[in-house]
């Protein structure tokens, strides 16, 4: 069993930078592809953001350029830094690792 949390949502300024996390437990976290999915209210989720095992990464094209996925094996975190935030970036982002796991999601508001 794996528990993924993320973190680092908030309220934020249009223009403005934010960094997520998305903590595993799990021993071989290391193995698995990770991606970043959002939601908005009255939207369908939206894949954002992936990264394979050997950090192979892919990004949507409503995010490339500002939006950067990492991962940390050895404190079994993957981050997701975005930067030049719009107000249609306002979702819910959560993490999935493997199509299998996946956490609860947090709240991202980019608003003046």
């Known amino acids: 069993q794996v528990r993924l949390v993320e973190s680092g949502g908030g309220l934020v300024q249009p223009g403005g930078f934010l960094r997520l996390a998305c903590a595993a437990s799990?021993?071989?976290?290391?193995?698995?592809?990770v991606k970043w999915y959002r939601q908005a209210p009255g939207k369908e989720r939206e894949l954002v953001a992936t990264?394979?095992?050997?950090?192979?990464?892919k990004y949507a094209d409503a995010v490339k350029g500002r939006f950067l996925i990492s991962r940390d094996n050895s404190k079994n975190t993957v981050y997701l830094q975005m930067t030049s935030l719009k107000p249609e970036d306002t979702a819910v982002y959560y993490c999935?690792?493997?199509?299998?796991?996946r956490g609860q999601g947090t709240q991202v508001t980019v608003s003046s």
């Open positions: 999935s690792a493997n199509g299998i796991y």
């Open positions: 799990g021993r071989i976290f290391n193995t698995y592809t």
């Open positions: 990264i394979t095992s050997d950090s192979s990464i």
